[in-house]
């Protein structure tokens, strides 16, 4: 081919005309970034973009270019807080683009499907911004993508299949969007993919198997995606996968023992899902896995002893699955363990005594298991631990001599278990120790001063030993202090006034078992973000510190069971954050309630019960429109109950008045208090009737309730001391109880950290006379329905209506005036455990139907004037006690001696529901013979004159004769 030379004349005008159209690219290309610039929002990092200098784009923030022809290669704006949409960036205008990366601004709207016009582009990140819309399908056409990120953004509906097209491509991210649909099994044509991230999507549909073709496949993301199904076995052919994460999705079945065959991985996160099976032999062969991750599943079975072989391992998390049997003696040979927890299991045995060794563990957590014996010696070997978690297991013995000299603790969790040993020498000056529970253990000594040094403490509960001494005033110097318990213990002495100091200090509870004397002290006022003050059961006297009121944040105030005395102090009204509880009781405390408390609007739970109080009721309390629990027992307040109780506190559920001097009658506003089921109003001066309205208190009348009531009932011996809750701060014992101990059932309290209103079972413990003698129960929102109305003056007939309250388990109205008869339907109360009718006037026979009472293991009728045969029923039979009918004179019939004549049964036949008409026949009946008999007498005595004075003159004479014998015997 023969070559045509170019002239020397020549060469200027070519290279003119180069230069000619190298800037009209270049001009166009800076056109088109300044329209962009011009339609976005405060482009304030774009000042160095302007039309004085448009021909020369290349030396503008963020712009590269080529060094040849000098036209635009990178644009790269991250985090540049841009403000706006792509509509107007004209990527044809930028057609040498490789690489594109506007990630972490405040970009918004679609993205356009023009974006295909950049041919050229090798690398395209648009993350952390806030695109909505779908993937355009058009991005397929980039052929020359290696990377494309698109995560954390808004972008919907399905991963474009075109997206399978992008043969170069080696990292893909779309995560932290809303994308949905199934992943595209055009994805497994990906075939240079290294990095795959899909997570935080809702995809919502199985793994494809299309994804095991991925050969060159790195690290692979598909956690929190909603993704269904099992985990293809196919993900084992996987060979140079380093990171594989399904975390935190509902995938299902077994996991794959194909998982074995990934020789290169290093993470394996496959927990928060539904796995289920054992943990397959093969992991074992990950040898060079440095984590794994496979807790919150239902995996099950025992863990495999081939976890030894994974020398690699620093990181295990096993916990909450159902793995049972003990740990294999190997996971202690494994040398670069960090980091072991198999909490929430149903392991058991001893843990491996050679755990440790390897001098670097630094977390351990195996809590809420059946770990018994003791901890292994070596845990803190390298002084490189900083949490121990073991508690609610079965370990024994001494706590491990290093952990005294461990100086790295920061959590140590060590509660209920049976740990024994001195508490001062188990454990030292640790000046990075932030939490330490070591509740319900057997721990002796004393608490030491030295504690005071533990400038980083926060949290410190020791609740539940046999801990004995004084409290150290040192403690004042944990000035972190959040919450600190030291209930159940044997503590004596004063309450340092130096805990005033703890100006951080939220939580304070020094209750029961203990013997703290002394006076509260006023400085206790200075803690002034205290939500939870408990001091209750120990021995302190003294009045109640004004200092108190100072306390605004307070929301749990308890300073019952003590010695104090004087009067409630009015600066308590102060304390307007007070929710939950507010109690006072059992103490020798005098002069009125004061009325300042009906500032507390939030108050759920008021307890005065058992002090000296006296004076009403104060109207101020009918603010406390929130309170569920009232109880004024056992004190001497006068005056009549308030209408305002029903009409203004519509929350209430157990309303306590008894034991006072309370009179007047029973309101009927109470009948509004569609939540009540225990009203206690025994031992009062009260008179009147019993207003028929108490049978529409709807919760004593839904008998759906009993079931749940019964399981309550019957589990209360059963609840765990050990309440899986966080953060126990009350537990209180009837007696001398231990409550850290296995045995509950004499526990009548327990609070938990969760929020205490939630069904009210955090707190309560009222006394009701149950069963004929005074007990004490806890959760008794949920127990006790029930109403006690005994020791008054009431009169009249028990109203029908209260046979509407099906959901009684009690019913108490002993030692009053009431007259008439039982009600027929008494045997409506199926759900009532017991009846005490006792020291009435009551009169004719016991209904037929309260042998239908099927609950019903207390019953006492003495002292009435009841007559007739005792009925008969399989429940009643159990009741042989001839007392409960004492009394009566005309009763007979089991379980009395006396047996009934044949006038007698047939007196009981009469007075059975079923013979309504008989009785109404005897009625009509009577009626006649009745006006006979009165005119026969009384019309004699009108007409005659003699006859009538006679007769006066002799009612006259018996009056004066039964007058002085009145007289003598006074």
């Known amino acids: 081919m023969k070559t045509i030379p170019i002239q020397p004349f020549l060469l200027p005008l070519l290279l003119f005309i180069s230069l000619s159209f190298l800037e009209a690219g270049a001009q166009s290309e800076a056109q088109a970034l300044l329209k962009w610039k011009s339609h976005l929002f405060q482009p304030d990092a774009l000042s160095s973009w302007s039309l004085a200098n448009s021909t020369t784009p290349c030396t503008w923030f963020g712009v590269y270019c080529s060094n040849s022809a000098g036209s635009i290669v990178r644009l790269s704006l991250p985090n540049a807080n841009l403000n706006g949409t792509l509509y107007e960036l004209d990527f044809a205008s930028l057609p040498s683009l490789t690489k594109l990366n506007l990630s972490a601004n405040l970009l918004c709207g679609p993205i356009p499907s023009n974006i295909s016009a950049l041919s050229n582009l090798t690398s395209l990140d648009l993350s952390f911004n806030d695109f909505e819309f779908s993937i355009p399908p058009e991005i397929g056409r980039l052929a020359d993508l290696q990377q494309l990120d698109l995560s954390g953004n808004s972008l919907g509906g399905p991963i474009p299949p075109e997206i399978g097209r992008l043969a170069d491509l080696q990292q893909l991210d779309l995560s932290g969007n809303s994308l949905s649909g199934p992943i595209p099994p055009e994805i497994g044509r990906l075939a240079d993919l290294q990095q795959l991230d899909l997570s935080e999507n809702s995809l919502g549909s199985p793994i494809p198997l299309e994804i095991g073709r991925l050969a060159d496949l790195q690290q692979l993301n598909l956690s929190r995606s909603q993704l269904s199904g099992p985990i293809p076995p196919e993900i084992g052919r996987l060979a140079h996968l380093q990171q594989l994460d399904l975390s935190m999705n509902s995938l299902i079945g077994p996991i794959p023992s194909d998982i074995g065959r990934l020789a290169d991985l290093k993470q394996l996160d496959l927990s928060e899902n539904v796995l289920t099976g054992p943990i397959p032999r093969t992991i074992g062969n990950l040898t060079q896995l440095t984590s794994l991750a496979l807790y919150t599943n239902n995996l099950n079975g025992t863990i495999p002893a081939e976890i030894g072989n994974m020398t690699a391992l620093t990181s295990f998390d096993l916990s909450y699955n159902q793995l049972e049997g003990e740990l294999p003696d190997t996971i202690a040979q494994l040398p670069n363990l960090e980091f072991i927890s198999v909490s929430y299991n149903n392991l058991d045995g001893r843990i491996p005594r050679h755990l440790g060794q390897n001098g670097h563990l630094k977390r351990v957590e195996f809590s809420n298991n059946s770990f018994s014996g003791e901890l292994p010696p070596d845990l803190c070997k390298g002084f490189a631990l900083q949490q121990v978690t073991v508690d609610n297991n079965n370990f024994t013995g001494f706590l491990p001599a290093c952990l005294r000299n461990c100086s790295k603790l920061v959590r140590v969790e060590l509660e209920w278990n049976h740990f024994t040993g001195n508490i001062s020498e188990a454990f030292s000056i640790h000046p990075a120790l932030s939490y330490l529970d070591l509740i319900g253990n057997q721990l002796t000594g004393t608490l030491s001063p030295d504690w005071g040094e533990c400038k980083n403490l926060t949290y410190l509960h020791v609740d539940g030993n046999n801990i004995s001494g004084d409290i150290p005033a040192a403690f004042g110097k944990m000035t972190n202090l959040q919450d600190l318990s030291l209930a159940f213990n044997f503590l004596s002495g004063i309450v340092p006034p130096q805990l005033g100091n703890l100006s951080f200090l939220n939580s304070l509870n020094l209750i029961s078992s203990n013997q703290l004397s002394g006076s509260i002290p006023s400085e206790l006022g200075d803690a002034a973000q205290l939500t939870s003050l408990d001091l209750s059961a120990n021995k302190l006297n003294g009045p109640i510190p004004t200092e108190l009121g100072k306390l605004k944040n307070l929301t749990l105030l308890d300073l019952s069971r003590n010695d104090l005395s004087g009067e409630i102090p009015y600066q308590l009204g102060n304390l307007v954050d007070l929710q939950f509880l507010l109690d006072l009781s059992s103490n020798s405390l005098s002069g009125m309630i004061p009325r300042s408390i009906g500032s507390l609007s939030s108050l759920e739970s008021l307890h005065l019960n058992n002090n000296s109080l006296i ?213 409506n109360l199926n759900n009532l455990e017991a009846l005490d009718l006792s020291r009435n006037y009551l009169s004719g026979t016991i209904p037929k139907s309260i042998s239908s009472l099927t609950f019903l293991d207390f019953l006492n009728l003495s002292n009435n004037h009841l007559s007739g045969r005792i009925p008969s029923g399989d429940q009643l039979q159990t009741l042989d006690d001839p007392s409960i009918y004492s009394g009566n004179d005309e009763l007979c019939g089991f379980p009395l001696t006396k047996n009934c004549s044949n006038e007698q049964a047939s007196n009981v036949q009469l007075s059975t529901p079923d013979d309504g008409d008989e009785k109404l026949w005897l009625y009509l009946s009577m009626g006649p013979g009745f006006v006979v008999g009165f005119w026969g007498f009384f019309g004699i005595l009108f007409f005659t004159r003699s006859l009538r004075l006679a007769y006066f003159r002799y009612i006259d004479d018996i009056y004066d004769r039964f007058s002085r014998i009145s007289v003598r015997s006074m």
């Not at 101020?620 to 308030?642: A, F, R, T, Y």
């Open 615 to 827: 004076g009403e009721i104060p109207l101020s309390l009918k603010n406390c429109n929130q309170l569920v629990v009232l109880d004024l027992g056992e004190n001497k307040i006068h005056g009549n109950i308030p209408n305002w109780l029903g009409e203004r506190l519509s929350s209430l559920r157990i309303l306590r008045l008894s034991s006072n001097m309370l009179s007047g009658s029973i309101p009927a506003q109470l009948s509004l208090l569609s939540s009540l089921q225990l009203l206690d109003l025994a031992h009062n001066n009260i008179s009147g009737s019993i207003p028929q309205g108490l049978g529409n208190l709807t919760a004593m009348v839904d008998s759906a309730q009993k079931e749940e009531i019964k399981m309550q009932s019957n589990s209360d011996n059963l609840i765990p001391c050990s309440y899986r809750g966080a953060s126990y701060y009350n537990c209180r014992p009837f007696a001398q109880a231990n409550p850290y101990s296995r045995d509950c059932s004499t526990i009548t309290r327990c609070r938990g950290s969760f929020h205490p209103s939630d069904s009210f079972y955090y707190s309560e413990s009222v006394s009701v006379i149950w069963k004929g003698r005074e007990a004490v129960f806890q959760r008794t929102l949920s127990l006790m329905v029930g109403i006690d109305l005994s020791g008054n003056h009431l009169c009249h007939e028990i109203p029908t209506e209260l046979t509407n309250l099906s959901g009684l388990l009690f019913l108490n109205l002993s030692r009053n005036l009431l007259d008439g008869s039982i009600p027929k339907l008494i045997g």
